[in-house]
């Protein structure tokens, strides 16, 4: 079955950590672009952190020296290393993977990009 699992979500208190995972089965990463994306209450979703085909990472500027994107194609896995949370932070969090054969720049702001897979979307509430 090709698909994309997220995992590591959670309630987590202003200032605290939390890292989420996303696991492929069914194809291998190597050759994607990959990315995570958020919906707040009320708000559309956006693009938080992305890696290109030319393993260039991009952010979403609120989360810049906060939050981490990094892929281990050994396992087939990417993640999202989330510190020094705000409550702003809460929402929905979706991975996705784009297969793609060249590198493309921000491609977190170009939603429309990624149609091959995505996620079910995690929650984090980062509350007090």
């Known amino acids: 079955q090709l698909q994309l699992v997220e995992s590591g979500g959670g309630l987590v208190q202003p200032g605290g950590s939390l890292t989420l995972s996303c696991v492929a089965s069914?194809?291998?990463?190597?050759?994607?672009?990959v990315g995570w994306f958020r919906q707040a209450p009320g708000k559309e979703r956006e693009g938080v952190a992305c890696?290109?085909?030319?393993?260039?990472?991009s952010y979403l500027e609120s989360v810049k020296d906060r939050f981490i994107i990094s892929k281990d194609n050994a396992e087939n896995t990417f993640y999202l290393q989330m510190n020094s949370l705000k409550f702003e932070d809460t929402g929905v969090y979706y991975c996705?993977?784009?297969?793609?054969?060249?590198?493309?720049?921000?491609?977190?702001?170009?939603?429309?990009?990624?149609?091959?897979?995505w996620g079910q979307g995690i929650q984090v509430t980062v509350s007090s």
């Open positions: 890696i290109n085909r030319g393993d260039e990472e």
């Open positions: 996705a993977a784009e297969y793609i054969t060249f590198a493309i720049q921000n491609m977190c702001e170009r939603e429309a990009l990624w149609d091959d897979y």
């Open positions: 069914g194809f291998t990463l190597d050759e994607y672009a």
